[in-house]
């Protein structure tokens, strides 16, 4: 089975931009959720999609957004780029294998503000 | 919500000897606990997980503990090799927070050959 997919890898904006990153997770799992990493806050839980509905969501701006079509794709948007939205951007995709919920991540995509 | 320490930041050790990692967490409701590696370039990998209702898990050189009353796990690495070099996060699931994983701030673990 193919990982989960990130595209794209690498992403260089300027302030005030706007973002898609976008991710496909591994086939037959309905589960997506983005995490933010950052050297200084580690993994930041953005928001989780299920079946195309956003099931939970962590404490970010609302600049970030995020989506899931119905072949469990899913994209995650910044708008109003700042600064401090440099990071690894990390797509994960789960499953109930048996009794346990277990995630997969993907490679990330690495974005820079200029 | 939950909340996860990871101890210690940065550990090193010679090629062969064990390395161990420690995890508290504060949401007794908690019942899933995946250890995942996380190396240069890379997202993080799965490595490792136990229920909340197994004390001890083993997969070749990497073993897990689990202490519910306690509420810490730990990771356990046996004759490190260089290539176990990375960054090791943990990370609690629990089932009053839906479907939501909340992370250990990682551990860097260099193994001196």
């Known amino acids: 089975k193919a990982g989960v997919t990130q595209t794209p890898r690498y992403l260089i904006k300027t302030r005030g931009q706007q973002v898609t990153l976008s991710c496909s997770p591994i086939?037959?799992?309905?589960?997506v959720s983005w995490y933010q990493q950052t050297p200084g806050q580690g993994l930041q839980f953005l928001f989780e999609?299920?079946?195309?509905?956003?099931?939970n969501k962590g404490n970010f701006p609302g600049r970030f957004s995020g989506r899931q079509f119905s072949n469990s794709r899913s994209e995650m948007n910044v708008s109003t780029l700042e600064l401090g939205d440099s990071a690894l951007y990390l797509c994960?995709?789960?499953?109930?294998?048996?009794?346990?919920?277990?995630?997969?991540f993907g490679p990330g995509t690495r974005l820079t503000v200029t | 919500g939950e909340n996860v320490e990871q101890h210690p930041s940065t550990l090193s050790v010679q090629e062969g000897d064990s390395a161990v990692i420690k995890c508290t967490y504060s949401d007794s409701a908690s019942n899933y606990f995946p250890w995942y590696k996380q190396e240069l370039g890379k997202g993080p990998q799965l490595i490792i997980d136990i229920r909340s209702n197994v004390g001890e898990k083993k997969d070749q050189r990497i073993a897990v503990t689990l202490n519910k009353t306690a509420k810490h796990f730990s990771l356990h690495i046996t004759e490190t090799q260089p290539e176990d070099s990375a960054v090791y996060f943990c990370a609690a699931r629990g089932s009053n927070t839906g479907n939501q994983f909340y992370f250990g701030t990682g551990t860097s673990l260099t193994v001196i050959p």
């Open positions: 994960a995709s789960s499953f109930w294998a048996g009794v346990t919920y277990e995630q997969y």
């Open positions: 999609y299920f079946s195309e509905t956003q099931r």
């Open positions: 086939s037959g799992h309905r589960s």
